[in-house]
C-alpha cells in the first residue's frame, strides 16, 4: 500500500464526521468523491481495508491527485470570501464587542454555516482568556478556521483596518494644535461621558464575575487593588493585575514553576520612566494594552491615562477624554484608541507603531495557538490565575471613572456626565447614541454662548 489510496471505499458516518473534524475538509454539498491521504487515515485511527461496513452517501476517492487539489478542498472559504466578509464587519461593526460578536457570529455559524455554534462558543470562551482584544482575536479565529493562516492574517487586517483610518483620521481634527473652538467644545461633550461609559462597563461585568467567584473575601479584595490601582498606580497598574493573578494562583496551587517566576519579574525590569525614544514609549505602552490587558476592552483606559496623559504629557486630560470617545464612536475593536494616543505622541508613524505593537499580540496568540485552544480552555494554571486578574480588572475599569471624572472642568460637563450615567445604565442606550448626543449638545451649548468661544 503506497501513500495514497487509489481506490473507492464507502465509510460509516462516525469516520465521515471524524475526518471532517480533524482535518476541516470543506465538502460542497454536489461533490461526488473526496480524496483523502493514506496519513490522514492513520492520523484519525482509521485503517483499511473499509469491509462491510454501514454504507455513506458520500464517497471517498483515494488517490494521488489529492497532492494537488488538496489546498481547494482543506478550507471552507475562499481569500476573496474572507476578505469581502471581514470588511464588511470592520466598516459597520459600530457599538463594541456585543455588536463584533454577533455579526461574526451571523456570518460564520448562522448564514455559511462555516463553523458550528458550539465551537463557535468555546472560541468566545477561550479568547476571553486571552490577554488583549477578546473580539479581534474571535475574529482572527474565525478566518483561521475558514482559511488558515493567509486567511487570519487577511480577515484579521480588514476587521481593523477600518476602524483604524477612521479613527486616525478623527485624530488628525481633534487633536491638533489649531483645532477649531467648536470641534474643541464638542470633543469635550463627548469626553464628558467617558466616565459613565467606564462606570457601566463595570457595572455590567460585575454580576457574573461574582457567581465565578472562588472566594468572597480574596474576590473583594481583587476588585478593590483594581480600583486604588487605577487611581493612584498609573502606568503601573499592569503590575497590579499580574500581583493579583499570581497571588490567586499560589493561593490555590502553592507550587509555582520557577519559568513563569521569571517570566513575570520581567516586567518590573521595563519601567517606562528608563524608555528614551519616542517610538520605543508609544511600543511599550501599546504592548500593556495588546499584550498584558484582560478584563474587556475598556481596561485600556486605565492602562493608557497614567502614561499619555502623567508619565509622558504626551496629551492633555481633555484630550485623552476625547480620544477614549473617538475609540468608542467608530467600528471595528475599542482597542484602536490606542492609536489616537500614538498619533498625540508622535504623528501618524506614531498611531502607526501604536496600532502594529497592540494587534500583533494577537495575531500570534491565534495563529500559532488556535490548534491548542481545547487545551487552552482547559488549563487549570490560566483559570487560578484569571480568577485573580479578571476581577482586578474590573474594579480597575471602575476606578478608572474617578480620575475620568477629575478631568472634568467645567459645570455642564458634569451634567452631561450625570446624564449619561442615567441614559448608559437606567434605560440601556447605546454607548455610540450617548458619546453623539453629547457632542451634538456641546455643540448648541457652543453656538448658544453656554460654551466660550
Not at 55 to 76: C, G, H, I, N, W
Not at 223 to 229: E, S
Not at 403 to 431: A, E
Amino acid at each position: 500500500m503506497g501513500p495514497w489510496f487509489d481506490k473507492c471505499e464507502i465509510l460509516p458516518a462516525a469516520i465521515y464526521e471524524r475526518f471532517i473534524s480533524f482535518h476541516q475538509i470543506r465538502v460542497p454539498q454536489s461533490a461526488a468523491h473526496v480524496r483523502i491521504p493514506f496519513n490522514w487515515a492513520l492520523e484519525a485511527k482509521v485503517t483499511p481495508p473499509f469491509c462491510n461496513l454501514d454504507p455513506l452517501l458520500v464517497r471517498f476517492r483515494l488517490d494521488a491527485q489529492f497532492q494537488e487539489t488538496k489546498s481547494l478542498e482543506m478550507y471552507k472559504a475562499s481569500l476573496k470570501e474572507v476578505a469581502i466578509n471581514w470588511s464588511k464587519i470592520g466598516i459597520f461593526s459600530f457599538g463594541g464587542p456585543p455588536t463584533h460578536i454577533r455579526l461574526l457570529r451571523e456570518l460564520c455559524v448562522v448564514e455559511k454555516e462555516w463553523i458550528d455554534a458550539e465551537h463557535f462558543e468555546d472560541a468566545i470562551a477561550t479568547c476571553n482568556l486571552l490577554p488583549g482584544p477578546t473580539t479581534s482575536q474571535l475574529a482572527i479565529y474565525s478566518a483561521w478556521k475558514v482559511r488558515g493562516t493567509l486567511g487570519a492574517l487577511l480577515g484579521g487586517f480588514l476587521f481593523i483596518a477600518p476602524g483604524l483610518i477612521l479613527v486616525l483620521a478623527l485624530a488628525s481634527v481633534f487633536i491638533s494644535r489649531s483645532t477649531p473652538k467648536i470641534i474643541l467644545a464638542i470633543g469635550e461633550g463627548a469626553g464628558a461621558t467617558v466616565a459613565a461609559i467606564a462606570a457601566q462597563a463595570a457595572i455590567n461585568l460585575l454580576p457574573s464575575s461574582w457567581e465565578r467567584k472562588h472566594n468572597a473575601f480574596r474576590w473583594v479584595t481583587y476588585v478593590g487593588a483594581g480600583v486604588v490601582g487605577a487611581i493612584y498606580a498609573g502606568p503601573f497598574l499592569v503590575l497590579v493585575l499580574l500581583v493579583c493573578g499570581l497571588v490567586e494562583f499560589l493561593w490555590r496551587r502553592p507550587i509555582y514553576p520557577r519559568s513563569h517566576q521569571n517570566l513575570i519579574a520581567l516586567f518590573p525590569t521595563l519601567p517606562p520612566r528608563a524608555i528614551s525614544s519616542v517610538f520605543v514609549k508609544v511600543a511599550w505602552v501599546a504592548f500593556k494594552v495588546g499584550a498584558l490587558s484582560y478584563g474587556g476592552g475598556f481596561i485600556i483606559v486605565p492602562l493608557m491615562r497614567g502614561d499619555a496623559v502623567t508619565t509622558y504629557h504626551w496629551m492633555s486630560s481633555q484630550m485623552f477624554l476625547s480620544a477614549v470617545a473617538l475609540g468608542q464612536i467608530t467600528p471595528g475593536p475599542v482597542v484602536q484608541t490606542v492609536a489616537v494616543v500614538g498619533y498625540s505622541a508622535a504623528g501618524v508613524g506614531g498611531g502607526l507603531l501604536a496600532a502594529l505593537v497592540a494587534f500583533s499580540p494577537s495575531f500570534i496568540f491565534v495563529i500559532f495557538g488556535a490548534k491548542r485552544f481545547a487545551r487552552v480552555r482547559q488549563n487549570i494554571a490560566m483559570r487560578y490565575f484569571l480568577d485573580g486578574i479578571g476581577p482586578a480588572a474590573i474594579g480597575a475599569i471602575l476606578g478608572a471613572s474617578v480620575p475620568l471624572t477629575l478631568d472634568l472642568k467645567h459645570i455642564w460637563q458634569f451634567v452631561l456626565l450625570f446624564l449619561s450615567l442615567l441614559l448608559l445604565v437606567r434605560f440601556r442606550i447605546s454607548v455610540v447614541i450617548v458619546i453623539l448626543g453629547a457632542g451634538c449638545v456641546a455643540a448648541i451649548l457652543f453656538y448658544l454662548g453656554v460654551i466660550p468661544g
